[in-house]
């Protein structure tokens, strides 16, 4: 007897575990019995019980997908009524592919459908599920109308349309027009076709014994490691930029490297089209864009949300967001190496220019003189360095100094050489400087009046004489940028002029006061976007 109670008892709990995970299964636990309605059929003698999924239902089984619904196996099926079946026939995709796109394995109660969650479903794409509006819950771009009908192998849910699936990003971009195929053709070129062994079928043995497969190949990119915009698992976001917008962002850059007297050269290009290419992948779903300032790109890239232009409506991918790109600027700190020219050009600046360009204090004597030669054969190049040479009374109180408008030179069309002024962009800037250093005296340097470094020893050799120091091309003292002054920050937000202001601090070892300039250059921080 005590055996025949125990066992009643445990018969009893297990029945009560059992009504216990059905209600959670279901998500009818603390819901009201109104909100329910549970059928003993399967899901699809269920529907088809329902005249109002006729058309669904006759679909399915066109289709050869109606017995799906009969396994023993619990699944949600997004249902649409009569009317809203009528739109499968103007859909231009394959119609068993989009039938599938409304059965996923698993049953997901109303309860249990929360804002973010993707559901995978037979034709192996997912289903995003939001939930923006209180009591409302949209599946793709349908609206639940009529959800919570239980049956015996799952949950039918109604809703207000046939659902579309999404593309992925790598599909899109795949079919992305020739008006994008630069960034459509950059980043399938990197595509390899692998045999999959793993996945190929042996068939037979050829006369040599190698073993023949019937083959499946799968597709890798370098790209993938880093951000899969392939896999449907992925969640991440890509900008992407007409070749129109390239074209204008090249052409911007072509101008600033006018205005700074640089040329802009293919490997200039290059680095440019390298930044954009790293720069467009980000391995998240970017939602609300602009809400943040800076965005990190799967490989490092800083996108600015304030400088670049995008398109703020996306377009939803199956596995992520796209959006468009309407402005691009490469940062100054990816194109920009450095802003470089030399002091001497100012002999090259027009007489009547010279007195608005630059200002010289306490100067006896100016002239640009050649002083030491330099030959890097490796380079095939040759010369002799060529300064600003500066000398002045040693009046107390009144230092030798110059304020001077930075030029470039110009190679005009009948062979003749000019100046004219540099223009930079604005932003922060490590200043580098230059001198012919034995028994210079010390400096005080000043940008737009802002003092930058005061009784400056340059002195020393390294790192001061000429640019023979800092970033010189590999192997050899050419070319270099010399030391650094202190950070800079050009003001503003357009490109424009600037002056540089350099004053004799303290003799030193020098006899007289006297300054001996050779180059200055600009070089981006990280900061300089």
């Known amino acids: ?94 119609t068993e592919f989009v039938l599938r796109y409304h059965i996923n394995n698993l049953t997901y109660d109303m309860s249990k459908l929360r804002d973010g969650l993707r559901l995978r479903s037979l034709n192996g794409k997912y289903i995003p599920v939001t939930k923006k509006v209180e009591n409302t819950v949209q599946v793709a771009d349908a609206t639940i109308t009529n959800g919570n ?34 960034i459509r053709d950059s980043v399938f070129a990197a595509n390899d076709t692998v045999f999959d062994a793993q996945n190929s079928i042996p068939i037979g043995v050829d006369k040599s014994g190698n073993t023949i497969y019937d083959s499946a190949f799968v597709i890798e990119n370098p790209i ?87 398109n703020t409506q996306y377009k939803r991918m199956s596995n992520g967001r796209i959006y468009d790109v309407n402005f691009l600027k490469i940062p100054n700190n990816v194109h920009i190496s450095a802003i470089k020219q030399l002091f001497y050009y100012y002999e090259f600046v027009p007489d009547a220019q010279r007195d608005e360009l630059f200002t010289f204090h306490n100067a ?21 360095y060529t300064i600003l040479r500066l000398f002045g009374d040693n009046i107390p109180g009144q230092p030798l100094a110059v304020d001077y408008t930075p030029v470039k030179l110009d190679r005009n069309e009948d062979g003749t050489t000019s100046a004219s002024v540099v223009e930079v962009p604005p932003g922060e800037y490590n200043l580098y400087m230059g001198v012919q250093s034995k028994n210079h005296p010390f400096l005080n340097v000043y940008i737009d009046d802002q003092l930058v470094a005061s009784e400056l020893n340059v002195e020393p050799s390294s790192p001061w004489n000429y640019d023979r120091s800092t970033n010189t091309v590999s192997g050899t003292k050419w070319d270099g940028l010399g030391g650094l002054v202190g950070v800079v920050n050009i003001e503003g937000d357009e490109v424009r002029t600037f002056k540089i202001r350099v004053e004799v601090a303290l003799l030193g070892k020098s006899s007289r006061e006297e300054m001996k300039l050779y180059h200055w250059a600009l070089v981006p921080t990280q900061n300089n976007y």
């Not at 125990?6 to 909100?35: I, K, P, Q, R």
């Not at 019980?49 to 619990?74: C, H, M, S, W």
């Open 1 to 94: 007897m005590k055996n025949i109670k125990y066992l009643l008892g445990m018969l009893l709990v297990v029945c009560f575990a059992c009504e216990e995970t059905w209600d959670e299964h279901y998500g009818m636990d603390g819901t009201g019995e109104s909100d329910q309605v549970v059928s003993e059929l399967n899901l699809l003698d269920y529907l088809k019980a329902n005249p109002d999924y006729a058309k669904f239902v006759e679909a399915l089984e066109a289709n050869g997908i109606a017995e799906e619904l009969t396994r023993d196996q619990y699944l949600s099926v997004w249902a649409v009524n009569n009317e809203g079946m009528d739109a499968l026939a103007d859909m231009d995709m394959d």
């Open 149 to 182: 009908q239980f049956c015996q192998n799952g949950v039918v849910h109604e809703i207000s349309e046939l659902m579309v699936p999404d593309e992925s990003i790598y599909d899109y971009v795949f079919k992305l027009s020739d008006d994008y195929s630069m």
């Open 224 to 310: 993938f490691e880093e951000v899969d915009f392939r896999s449907e698992f992925s969640q991440v976001t890509m900008f992407v930029p007409s070749n129109q917008v390239v074209a204008n962002c090249f052409d911007n850059l072509q101008g600033l490297y006018d205005q700074f007297g640089k040329p802009f050269t293919k490997e200039d290009s290059l680095t440019a089209w390298n930044w954009i290419m790293d720069a467009v992948f980000y391995d998240e779903v970017v939602e609300d864009y602009g809400t943040e300032e800076d965005l990190i790109s799967a490989f490092g890239a800083r996108w600015k949300t304030s400088v670049q232009g995008v």
């Open 364 to 384: 006896t004597e100016i002239r640009a003189q050649g002083t030491d030669n330099y030959s890097f054969p490796s380079l095939n190049v040759s010369g002799t």
